[in-house]
């Protein structure tokens, strides 16, 4: 299942070091924050990880645009649950992402 990502439509050439470093910063953050994370893609980059949950273990898949952090990261649950947070296709909708 993938997204149409946007800000994945450059190669990030046009961001600055300062974004470029940046960039890195957050992802190795977030890497740090799950550490069972596996890349799973290239073009949007994507992470797999898992939200441990009081039911059980929620995969998710974070897709980081080329253009990150000048444009917004995109959330995906690999199941289908009932959430108002999100849509049909299992994406995370919600208000600070719209609004990067």
């Not at 990502?5 to 070091?17: A, E, F, I, M, Y």
């Not at 994370?37 to 980059?45: M, N």
């Not at 253009?67 to 649950?77: E, G, L």
């Amino acid at each position: 299942m993938e997204l149409d990502v946007p800000g994945n439509n450059s190669d990030g050439d046009q961001l600055t070091p300062e974004f470029k470093q940046m960039r890195e910063r957050q992802i190795q953050e977030f890497l740090s924050s799950f550490p069972s994370a596996k890349r799973v893609g290239e073009q949007p980059l994507a992470f797999e990880f898992p939200i441990k949950l009081p039911l059980g273990i929620l995969f998710m898949k974070l897709f980081v645009p080329a253009m990150f952090p000048q444009c917004a990261p995109a959330f995906q649950v690999m199941a289908t649950v009932k959430h108002q947070l999100l849509d049909a296709k299992m994406r995370v909708v919600h208000p600070d992402l719209e609004n990067w």
